[in-house]
C-alpha cells in the first residue's frame, strides 16, 4: 500500500519542484526554473504530498483573494503516483481551505480521463451549468 504524507508547509527545494514539474511535462514552467519558485512560493496557498522513498509526489495551488473566488492553478502528481489518491487529497486539503468563497474554478488540458476525476471532486464543467452554461475564456502568453 502506498503511503504517502500531506503537508501546507511550503519545504521542498527548488531542485524537487523542478522534478515534480518536470515529471508531467510542464515546459511552459520549467523553462524559467526562477519563475516557477517563485510563482509557486507567491501563491496564496500550497499543498503538498510527499511519499518517504521518492519525497515530492504532488503539489496543487492557489490563488484566492480569500473571499469570493479560488483560483486552482496547478494541481500535478507525478506520474508513477497518479491513481493513488494523492490528486483527491490535494484537491481535498484545498477544498477544505476555501469552502467559505463562492467560486472554486481551474483551468485544464484536455487529457483523457481528467473529466472525469475533477466531477467526481464535484466540478463541473463550463458548458454544463444549469440552468445555462457559463463562459470560460483564457488568454495565454
Known amino acids: 500500500m502506498l503511503t504517502f504524507s500531506i503537508s501546507t508547509s511550503c519545504e521542498f527545494s527548488d531542485v524537487e519542484l523542478l522534478s515534480l514539474y518536470e515529471s508531467v511535462g510542464w515546459t511552459a514552467y ?4 526562477e519563475l ?12 503538498t504530498a510527499r511519499n518517504e522513498d521518492a519525497g515530492l509526489v504532488g503539489l496543487a495551488r492557489v490563488i484566492s ?3 469570493t473566488i479560488c483560483y486552482l492553478q496547478d494541481i500535478l502528481v507525478r506520474p ?12 481535498e486539503q484545498v477544498s477544505a ?19 472525469a476525476f475533477y466531477e467526481a471532486l464535484g ?7 444549469t440552468p445555462e452554461p457559463v463562459r470560460v475564456f483564457a488568454q495565454f502568453h
Open 30 to 33: 520549467t523553462r524559467d526554473p
Open 36 to 47: 516557477l519558485t517563485r510563482a509557486i512560493r507567491s501563491s496564496s496557498f500550497v499543498v
Open 65 to 67: 483573494d480569500d473571499a
Open 80 to 91: 508513477t503516483f497518479q491513481g493513488t489518491g494523492i490528486g483527491r487529497a490535494l484537491v
Open 97 to 115: 481551505r476555501y469552502q467559505h468563497v463562492r467560486q472554486t474554478v481551474l483551468i485544464t488540458d484536455n487529457e483523457p480521463g481528467q473529466r
Open 123 to 129: 466540478f463541473t464543467e463550463g458548458s454544463n451549468f
